[in-house]
């Protein structure tokens, strides 16, 4: 078929195998966001290009080249989203929710974001995530920290992560620092890649977010963040590590290379990282973002969270187990027809999944219902039968035995 149309570039579909992965990872995730007192929240897939640009920061790589960005036909400038903070609190201010602390918000969805598509990096990938609106405390961070934490224990992939945290300090901290860093970097400016030479005249510390080549052994060398952090920052940090090693019993390393990409973070940062994925090894990512609502025109409410990609946790699981299969309800002739849809929906209205073969004599139902890993058919002729496909025995039985016969 020459015109066959094509999914596009960087987009997946999500069949078989690969969505059974795809909403274990969401319905796992669910249950324990819920188990943590969040609750699910869905913000539209497209927002006001302003509430991607203006708090992300218009030297990150989201805003610069990754974000799907059109004027609509009205005219207004619209981005589809490339993370879920932003219009998580957008809707936390337009909501008029910044009364009602704290918010624990959970949600999932699909995210966009124009990338070289490869392994574990798409143009629409999915994220689950949560944000904590309201505590300043790093207690706060860590039960933001052991959510995650237990999703991907209850995944079955801890074994394959590891936490790596760092603090970015206050404003204090980052002033001190951002003084120092320019001091050191001005003297490498010709040698720095072209983005770094930019991003040191609007926003130092994203230098140390590059990954051009040139720029590695500079970054290297930087003066560190520790060393610019405040008592109240590093008083904070201790907390939070004290509380994560001692409470929650999460083991972690610190690593002061981890900056985040985007602009609005403070304090905390952190990552579970994995070898198993190459060069995506980011499996799960978030940080305290406290003058973001504030920045967005909302009061001044602090906020943590992160956001997982569904298609790194999706490589790393092992394939969740098929369910059982609908109960076969199977007509042995067309006179039964009719018989044998009001016993589909008995069966139905007792909670239990069942499903006709629509067409085809008994026989070829039968043989699809064996292919379909079906455990059990419904012989429905002049006698009624229920048929145990794995063992193949028979026995008669009522319709109206059946719910309780088939009932877990
Ligand atoms: P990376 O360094 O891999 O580009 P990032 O710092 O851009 O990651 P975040 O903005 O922190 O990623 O997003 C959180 C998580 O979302 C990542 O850790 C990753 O699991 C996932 N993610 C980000 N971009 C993509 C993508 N294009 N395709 C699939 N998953 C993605
Ligand atoms: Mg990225």
Redesign the pocket.
Known sequence: MANQLQPVRGTRDLTGEDAARHFHVVETARRVARLYGFSEWQTPIFEDTRVFSRTLGETSD?VTKEMYTFEDRGGDSITLRP?GTAGVCRAFITGGLTQTLPQKVFYAGPMF?Y?RPQK????Q?H?IGVELLGPASPLADAEVISAGWRILNELGIAKDVELHINTLGDAQSRTAYRAALVDYLSKYESDLSADSRIRLQKNPLRVLDSKAPEDQNIIQSAPKLYLSLTKEALSFYETLKETLQYRFNIPFKENPYIV???DYYNHTAF?FVTNALGA?G????GGRYDGLVEQMGGPNVPGIGW???I??LSMLIAAPPVGAQPVAVIPMSAEFEGQALEILNLLRNGNIAAETGYSGNAKKRLERANKSGAGFAVLVGAEIKLKNLTDGSQEDVTAEMLVKRLGA
Request: glycine share 16%.
């Open positions: 989201v993370e974001r990338e574990g990096r798409y143009r990938f994220q985040r990409g985007l990552e995506q980011t499996v799960m990512a956001g997982a990609g298609e790194r």
